[in-house]
T-cell receptor, first 115, second 112 residues
């Protein structure tokens, strides 16, 4: 029973390029969450999605960042025109959704480095 | 966002001893809490959770205590093993279960 799968594990981009991070939730999970983690810090919530819907994007920067969870395929976190400050580990988590009081299960993250 | 903080950034214990990791939270309305363990290069791994209608919950070698009066959460690990070395995060949720606020973490070092 595969867990949350994220790819790539490491991504290097130059300033101004685009970064695409992918997340496949656990089997049977319809809710996906993205978090960002800076070194020596906790995880910061970015966005919560269900299939084809963004439920809560209160943690997403207003510009350059977007997320989607299409009907088919993985969830995508997209960062346009990356800057050095975007360097971080990005984690995806998933949950069944119902009942709500269940923990989120995390993937092993994508480490994004901006040159 | 909410404030979830930890008292000790680093904790060193001897193998076989018990470990206690503490967490303070600021929102009295928080009603669901989770402890996660994060090893280097990996994602957070669920350890144990507790709801606000409880003050104690036990798992295998771990116990979580919740003191709502002082807004304090602790994780106790019995007979700490080298494999317990990791960063431990508490996370809180208020009202709904789609967004968790994480503390900054405590690094646990287990000395052989």
């Amino acid at each position: 029973n595969a867990g949350v799968m994220q790819n790539p594990r490491h991504l290097v981009r130059r300033r101004g390029q685009e970064a695409r991070l992918r997340c496949s939730p656990m089997k049977g999970h319809s809710h996906v969450y993205w978090y960002r983690q800076l070194p020596e810090e906790g995880l910061k919530f970015m966005v919560y999605l269900q299939k084809e819907n963004i439920i809560d994007e209160s943690g997403m920067p207003k510009e350059r960042f977007s997320a989607e969870f299409p009907k088919e395929g993985p969830s995508i976190l997209r960062i346009q025109q990356v800057v050095r400050g975007d360097s971080a580990a990005y984690f995806c988590a998933s949950s069944p959704g119902q009942p709500q009081d269940q923990p989120q299960h995390f993937g092993d993250g994508t480490r994004l480095s901006i040159l | 966002g909410e404030s979830v903080g930890l008292h000790l950034p680093t904790l060193s214990v001897q193998e076989g001893d018990n470990s206690i990791i503490n967490c303070a939270y600021s929102n009295s309305a928080s009603d669901y809490f989770i402890w996660y363990k994060q090893e280097s290069g990996k994602g957070p791994q669920f350890i144990i959770d507790i709801r606000s209608n409880m003050d104690k919950r036990q798992g295998q070698r771990v116990t979580v205590l919740l003191n709502k009066t002082v807004k304090h959460l602790s994780l106790q690990i019995a007979a700490t093993q080298p494999g317990d070395s990791a960063v431990y995060f508490c996370a809180e949720n208020v009202g709904n279960f789609n967004k968790f606020y994480f503390g900054s973490g405590t690094k646990l070092n287990v000395k052989p």
